[in-house]
């Protein structure tokens, strides 16, 4: 059974940084896309930016440039850095992995982050 544990979330103000966490546990097959998802109040669950074992890796516009994915494959984690933050990055972040050989997809329970003055 795999589960995704986020951490880092928290206030912030903004123009701050947060690093969020995300620990993987069980097995997950190699090949495989890591990534972060957002949800805001009232709003879709969008993606922030996914980094897939072998190819390049995407980011939303929104975040380009002032966030950054990284993973630690030994370790099954995925870090999302997230520098100068604005009020709209406010949202419930959350991990994803999709085995798209397998077809499945795990989430994690999410992380809030609030970005206010």
């Known amino acids: 059974q795999v589960q995704l544990v986020e951490s880092g979330g928290g206030l912030v103000q903004p123009g701050g940084s947060l690093r969020l966490s995300c620990a993987a546990s069980?097995?997950?097959?190699?090949?495989?896309?890591m990534g972060w998802y957002r949800q805001a109040p009232g709003k879709q669950r969008e993606l922030v930016a996914a980094?897939?074992?072998?190819?390049?890796?995407n980011y939303a516009d929104s975040v380009k440039g002032r966030f950054t994915i990284s993973r630690d494959n030994a370790e099954k984690m995925v870090y999302l850095q997230m520098n100068s933050l604005k009020p709209e990055d406010t949202a419930v972040y959350y991990c994803?992995?999709?085995?798209?050989?397998?077809?499945?997809?795990?989430w994690g329970q999410g992380t809030q982050v609030t970005v206010s003055s």
């Open positions: 994803h992995v999709l085995v798209p050989l397998f077809g499945r997809a795990y």
């Open positions: 069980g097995s997950i097959f190699s090949v495989n896309t």
């Open positions: 980094m897939p074992s072998v190819g390049s890796t």
